[in-house]
Structure formats: C-alpha cells, structure tokens
C-alpha cells in the first residue's frame, strides 16, 4: 500500500520526478521505489540527498496525509515514525 501511494505521489509529480528517485535507488541501494516499505527512513534520505530537505520533508508530509496516517505534527522524525508503525515495524532498518 505505501509503494503504490507513492508511487501515485510520484507520479502526480511528473516521469522525471519519479524517473530519478527509481534511478538513484536502484544505482545505490539495488531497489527501487519499494525500498520505502523496507525503510522509510532511506527512503527519505534518498529524497534529501537528490532534491534537498524541504522537497524530501513535503514529499512525506503528502504521505502521511495521503495515507490518512493519524499525525497533526509536521516534524519530520514523528513523520517517519509514523510510517515506520503504519508498516508493522517499531525497529528500522528490517533485515
């Protein structure tokens, strides 16, 4: 469910958008867009590294909301932890 959302995020972003995050997480981490379900924590990093912090904090700030995740703080720490328990894990990265 979060892959496809972000992907649908991704997507409303535009192909070159999307295009890039794919290629820099295949290039480093060997997967691609559904790494976020693994760890949204890398994921994030990944967005911050390419398109710099403010574009990485809205990106899943839009997540959070699109997933309808219960969060009324903006923090992007309480951000991630919420993804990270909406994803059945209290312990990140899984192995």
Not at 44 to 56: D, S, T, W
Not at 82 to 93: I, K, R, S, V
Request: hydrophobic fraction near 40%; charged fraction near 30%; avoid cysteine.
């Amino acid at each position: 469910m979060v892959s496809a959302t972000t992907k649908e995020i991704l997507q409303k972003l535009g192909k070159p958008f999307e295009a890039t995050i794919t290629a820099y997480l295949n290039s480093k981490y060997g997967r691609g867009i559904e790494i976020i379900e693994d760890n949204p924590r890398t994921f994030y990093n990944a967005l911050k590294e390419l398109f710099g912090e403010f574009a990485a904090r809205v990106f899943i700030y839009d997540l959070v909301k699109e997933l309808n995740l219960p969060i009324e703080s903006k923090d992007i720490e309480e951000m991630i932890k919420a993804l990270e328990e909406y994803l059945g894990e209290q312990t990140w990265p899984r192995k």
